[in-house]
C-alpha cells in the first residue's frame, strides 16, 4: 500500500500557519502600537526638562524620567497657584495681557476655551453624538453637539441651530465646526466613547446593536 500523498496537507499547513501569524498580528499590534505611543509621549514631556536638568555627576547626560518627574511637580505648583490666585485679579490681569497682544490673544484664547472644555471636571465638550449631512446630502457624518449656537444667529437663521464638531479619522483632534439647523441634525443613542472609537477606527469598529 502506497503511503498518503503529502501534497494536500502542505496547503493546509500553510493555511493554519496563516492564520495563526494574523491572529497573533491582530493581538499584539494594538498593544505594540499603543505602547509606543504611550513611549513617546512619555519620552517627549520628559524631554522638555529633562534636557535643562543635567548633572556634572552624570556627565551632563539626560536623566531619563527626571524630566517628567519635574514636569509633574512643575504642572501640580501651578496648577495650585491657579486654583488660588487665577480667578483674582492677578489671574484676570495676565488674560487681559495675553489676550492683548495680536496674534498670540487669539492662539491664547482659543487654546483656554478648549483646555477648560475638555478638561474641566463636570464639563463634557462632546454632548451628544449626531449625524450630519456632509459633504452633500445623503452621505452623513458622525459629529459630536457641543453647544448652542448664539442667539444673534439663530435670529438670522430664523430656527435653533446646534454647533456640531465633525472630525477627521483617525484624528479626532483635528475636523471642522459646522452650525446646523436643529431639524437637520440625527440624534444618535451612542455614547460619545463609542462615536469616537467609529472615528479612530474608521468605520471598523461600530457601536453594539441596541433594542
Known amino acids: 500500500m502506497s503511503p498518503p500523498d503529502s501534497g494536500d496537507e502542505k496547503p493546509?499547513?500553510?493555511?493554519?500557519?496563516?492564520?495563526w501569524l494574523?491572529?497573533?498580528?491582530?493581538?499584539?499590534?494594538?498593544?505594540?502600537?499603543?505602547?509606543?505611543?504611550?513611549?513617546?509621549?512619555?519620552?517627549?514631556?520628559?524631554?522638555?526638562?529633562?534636557?535643562?536638568?543635567?548633572f556634572s555627576f552624570f556627565d551632563y547626560r539626560r536623566i531619563p524620567g527626571l524630566g517628567l518627574l519635574a514636569t509633574l511637580i512643575l504642572l501640580a505648583i501651578v496648577g495650585a497657584i491657579a486654583r488660588r490666585f487665577g480667578a483674582g485679579p492677578l489671574g484676570r490681569l495676565w488674560d487681559r495681557l495675553?489676550?492683548?497682544?495680536?496674534?498670540?490673544?487669539?492662539?491664547y484664547g482659543s487654546t483656554k476655551s478648549l483646555g477648560e472644555a475638555l478638561l474641566s471636571p463636570g464639563e463634557r465638550a462632546f454632548q451628544?453624538?449626531?449625524?450630519?449631512?456632509?459633504p452633500y446630502p445623503g452621505v452623513y457624518r458622525v459629529g459630536f453637539v457641543t453647544?448652542?449656537?448664539?442667539?444673534?444667529?439663530?435670529?438670522?437663521?430664523?430656527?435653533?441651530i446646534e454647533v456640531v464638531f465633525v472630525p477627521h479619522t483617525p484624528n479626532p483632534?483635528?475636523?471642522?465646526?459646522?452650525?446646523?439647523?436643529?431639524?437637520?441634525?440625527?440624534?444618535?443613542?451612542?455614547?460619545?466613547?463609542?462615536?469616537?472609537?467609529?472615528?479612530?477606527s474608521g468605520?471598523?469598529?461600530?457601536?453594539?446593536a441596541r433594542a
Open 12 to 19: 493546509g499547513a500553510m493555511r493554519r500557519l496563516r492564520s
Open 22 to 54: 494574523l491572529a497573533g498580528l491582530l493581538v499584539l499590534a494594538p498593544s505594540v502600537l499603543t505602547l509606543w505611543v504611550f513611549y513617546r509621549l512619555l519620552n517627549f514631556v520628559d524631554n522638555i526638562l529633562g534636557r535643562f536638568l543635567r
Open 98 to 107: 495675553l489676550t492683548r497682544i495680536p496674534g498670540v490673544g487669539i492662539l
Open 128 to 134: 451628544k453624538v449626531v449625524l450630519v449631512a456632509w
Open 147 to 160: 453647544g448652542r449656537a448664539p442667539a444673534d444667529l439663530r435670529r438670522r437663521i430664523g430656527e435653533e
Open 173 to 200: 483632534a483635528s475636523g471642522f465646526v459646522h452650525y446646523v439647523p436643529k431639524s437637520q441634525v440625527i440624534y444618535l443613542d451612542w455614547p460619545v466613547e463609542e462615536g469616537l472609537k467609529v472615528i479612530v
Open 203 to 208: 468605520g471598523v469598529v461600530q457601536p453594539p
